[in-house]
């Protein structure tokens, strides 16, 4: 039997595109963020986001505001709630303080998830056991 796969978005993948958007560790970008392509981010959102594309939302990041996007991986911390259209890893580092919604959705074990997990596809949960470290 094949173990599921357990990472959606590997770190690899950020080279589809040409240019992602970076927002590095001690920035703090106050206002909403709409735009297309991957988006990691170290440092600190306030407002909300409509992105067309991944999120990687590193364990020294913050965003305080609701975002919308294609795929994520988060391991920072979230006031407000995600949705995703397809799939969600939330890291052990993670917290989120509100809803969550997606096709799919993974947590390891040691997050922490104060509010509802909607999982759009009927599929469960999968929980699982960090074994990389956070991105």
Do not use: Y
């Not at 959606?8 to 589809?16: D, H, I, R």
């Not at 170290?42 to 913050?62: F, I, P």
């Amino acid at each position: 039997m094949n173990e599921p796969k357990r990472r959606f978005l590997e770190w690899a993948s950020l080279q589809e595109s040409p240019s992602p958007t970076f927002i590095p560790a001690g920035t703090v970008i106050l206002g909403d963020i709409r735009g297309e392509g991957q988006f990691v981010v170290c440092g600190e959102v306030h407002g909300d986001g409509d992105l067309l594309g991944s999120l990687v939302l590193a364990a020294t990041a913050r965003w305080i505001g609701n975002i919308r996007v294609n795929k994520a991986i988060i391991a920072g911390t979230i006031v407000g709630g995600i949705v995703a259209q397809d799939k969600i890893e939330i890291g052990r580092a993670a917290v989120i303080r509100g809803h969550v919604s997606a096709r799919a959705v993974a947590i390891a074990k040691g997050a922490i998830v104060d509010g509802e997990i909607e999982v759009t596809s009927g599929d469960p949960m999968l929980v699982f056991e960090e074994k990389r470290g956070d991105p």
